[in-house]
C-alpha cells in the first residue's frame, strides 16, 4: 500500500512539477507562475494524474472499472487543459478580455481555483463510481479471462508483487459472482483469511456480508479465486499453512466397506480384485466399466477434487487388504489436477501442512486423512497413470496385466483414525448475555425482518433490519451485541425460522433461549 501512495504522489508531483516548468520557462517574470495564480491550473492536472495512476493501479489489481477510471482519467486532464486554457484566454482564446469588461480583473481570482474544485469532485464522483463498480460486477462486464487479465499476479510497482493484495484482489473479482457468493468455498476462505490477515479484515467484513445461504461446497470452475487466494496466503505465509485451509468433512461409517459412502461401484471377491480405478470426472467411464464389470476390479469411481476426492480415496483403499493396484484414467476435473495430485501424492507424499508435495492443483491439502494413512496408502498401492484414457477396452486390459503381476505379501488392512463422538446433553443452566437480548419480528408487508435489541432493564437499544437471516446476525456479531456463544447459536436458529416463516407466509413465534 506505502508503494502505491508514493506512486500516486511522484505522479502528481511531477505533473505539477513540470506544468510551473513549462509556464516560467516562457514568462518574462520567473515567479509569475505563483503570482498569476497558475498554480491552480497545475494543482489541477497534478490531481488528474493521480487519479490515472491509481485508475492503473486497480487495473493491475483485476479490479473492474479500473480501465475506465484510467481512460476517463487521461481524458479528463486533456480537457481540462483544453477547456480550462480557452475559458482562460490563453491558446489564442477572445473569452479573456469579455470577462475582464464584464467582471473585471477579480475573475482571474475565482476561475483558476474553480478549476480545481471542479477537478476534485469530479475526481471524487469517479472513485465512488470505480468501487460502486467493483462491488456490484458491473464495469467492464466480463471475468478476468475475457477482460485479458488472465491469472497474472497482481503488480504494486516496480515490478514487485504484494501477496496480500494479490489475495484481495482474487477475493474482490470472486465476489464479483454470484456463484461464489452462495460457495462455500468462498465462505471458508472469507472466514480464514480475516482472521489470517489483519490488513484485509475490513474488506473481508463487507464480503461477508454479501455473502448468501450457501447452496454448494464446490462447483470445480476452471479459476477458483478463493484457492488461489487462500494458495497465496500459503505461499506467502507458510507458517499459516497448517491452520488456514478451506475445510470440507465427511462421514466414516464403521464395520462396512467401503467406510466412505459415495458414487462408487464395489465388486469385492476376495484376493481375485486387487484394482482399483478411479475415473476422476468421467462418470460415464465409471458406469461403463461398472456394468463391464472387469474380474480383477474391486472398486471404480470418479474423483473430482485434490482434496476431499482424494481424502475419501484413500480411506476406501486402505481398508480393503486386497486392493494393490490403482488406475487413474478418465480426463482431469475442470479447474481441479485430480490425477496429477494422486501421482505426485504416491511419488512424493505430504508435507508438515498435509499439502501434497509437488501437486499442481489449487487446494492439494488432505484434512481428513492422517499422515500414518498417506503412509499406508502409499506403501500399499501402486498408482497406475492412465490420466486422459477413456477408453473401457484399453482399461479392461490394464486391469487385467496387473492382477496376473506377482505380489510379494498382502498387506493387512489399515484401521482408520477415529474421531470422537460426543452425546449432545441439555444445558444444565442457561448464562444470560450481558449484551441484552432480542425480539425478532418479521415484517411480511415489507418483506423485512426486524430485530430489535434490549438492554435488561427493557430499554430498547437500537433496531436491526434485513432479508435474510445471515446478513442480520452477521451485523449483530461483527458489532459486538452478542458476546456470549450459546446467544449467538440461540439467534441465528431463531433468525432462519423467522426467514422461513417470511418466504412461507406463516406466522412465526420467537422460542424461549
Not at 175 to 192: E, I, Y
Request: proline share 5%.
Amino acid at each position: 500500500m506505502k508503494r502505491q501512495l508514493w506512486w500516486m504522489i511522484g505522479a502528481g508531483t511531477m505533473v505539477f512539477a513540470a506544468h510551473a516548468a513549462w509556464y516560467m520557462a516562457g514568462a518574462s517574470v520567473g515567479w509569475a507562475y505563483f503570482q498569476q495564480h497558475d498554480y491552480w491550473l497545475g494543482l489541477s492536472y497534478a490531481v488528474a494524474a493521480v487519479f490515472v495512476v491509481y485508475s492503473w493501479q486497480r487495473v493491475r489489481q483485476r479490479q473492474r472499472g479500473g480501465v475506465a477510471g484510467m481512460v476517463g482519467g487521461l481524458t479528463w486532464a486533456g480537457a481540462l487543459y483544453w477547456t480550462g486554457c480557452w475559458l482562460l484566454g490563453c491558446c489564442g482564446s477572445p473569452l479573456l478580455p469579455v470577462y475582464l469588461g464584464l467582471f473585471g480583473a477579480t475573475v482571474l481570482d475565482l476561475a483558476k481555483p474553480l478549476v480545481l474544485i471542479v477537478t476534485l469532485a469530479s475526481v471524487a464522483i469517479g472513485v465512488w463510481w470505480m468501487r460502486r463498480a467493483e462491488a456490484r460486477g458491473t464495469g467492464c462486464g466480463c471475468g478476468p479471462s475475457a477482460c485479458g487479465a488472465g491469472n497474472q499476479p497482481t503488480s504494486t510497482g516496480a515490478g514487485t508483487t504484494d501477496p496480500v493484495e494479490e489475495i484481495r484482489a482474487e477475493l474482490a473479482e470472486g465476489m464479483n459472482l454470484p456463484k461464489c457468493q452462495q460457495c462455500g468455498c468462498m465462505g471458508d476462505a472469507l472466514q480464514q483469511i480475516r482472521g489470517a490477515l489483519p490488513d484485509l479484515a475490513s474488506d473481508v467484513a463487507v464480503w461477508q456480508t454479501r455473502m448468501k445461504p450457501i447452496k454448494y461446497a464446490c462447483l470445480g470452475c476452471a479459476h477458483c479465486y478463493p484457492a488461489v487466494a487462500m494458495n497465496t496466503l500459503h505461499r506467502a505465509f507458510p507458517e499459516l499453512a497448517g491452520t488456514a485451509s478451506l475445510s470440507c468433512e465427511f462421514e466414516v461409517r464403521d464395520d462396512i466397506w467401503p467406510p466412505v459412502p459415495g458414487e462408487y461401484h464395489t465388486f469385492c471377491e476376495g484376493d481375485s480384485c486387487p484394482v482399483a480405478v478411479s475415473t476422476l470426472a468421467s462418470v460415464e467411464l465409471a458406469e461403463t466399466l461398472a456394468r463391464r464389470r472387469p474380474r480383477a476390479l474391486c472398486i471404480v469411481g470418479k474423483t473430482e477434487t485434490e482434496n476431499i476426492g482424494i481424502d475419501k480415496l484413500i480411506k476406501n483403499t486402505i481398508t480393503n487388504r486386497t486392493i494393490r493396484y490403482l488406475v487413474v484414467a478418465g480426463r482431469e476435473p475442470q479447474g481441479h489436477a485430480t490425477g496429477q495430485t494422486l501421482l505426485a501424492l504416491a511419488a512424493n507424499g505430504v508435507d508438515d501442512s498435509m499439502r501434497v508435495v509437488g501437486s499442481p492443483g489449487k487446494r492439494p491439502i488432505l484434512r481428513n486423512v492422517t499422515r500414518d494413512e498417506v503412509e499406508q496408502f502409499r506403501r500399499q498401492v501402486q498408482v497406475v497413470d492412465m490420466i486422459g484414457c477413456e477408453d473401457a477396452a484399453q482399461i479392461e486390459a490394464k486391469l487385467a496385466e496387473l492382477a496376473s503381476a506377482p505380489t510379494d505379501s498382502t498387506p493387512p488392512p489399515a484401521q482408520l483414525a477415529r474421531v470422537p463422538v460426543i452425546r449432545a446433553e441439555p444445558p444444565a443452566q442457561i448464562e444470560m448475555d450481558r449484551a441484552g437480548y432480542f425480539v425478532i419480528v418479521p415484517r411480511a408487508d415489507r418483506q423485512l425482518i426486524v430485530v430489535e435489541h434490549y438492554d435488561y432493564n427493557n430499554q430498547l437499544l437500537r433496531v436491526i433490519e434485513g432479508r435474510d437471516a445471515r446478513s442480520l446476525y452477521s451485523t449483530i456479531i461483527q458489532n459486538g451485541w452478542v458476546t456470549q456463544l450459546s446467544h449467538a447459536a440461540y439467534l441465528g436458529k431463531e433468525l432462519a425460522r423467522a426467514e422461513t416463516a417470511l418466504q412461507r407466509g406463516e406466522k412465526y413465534i420467537q422460542d424461549g433461549a
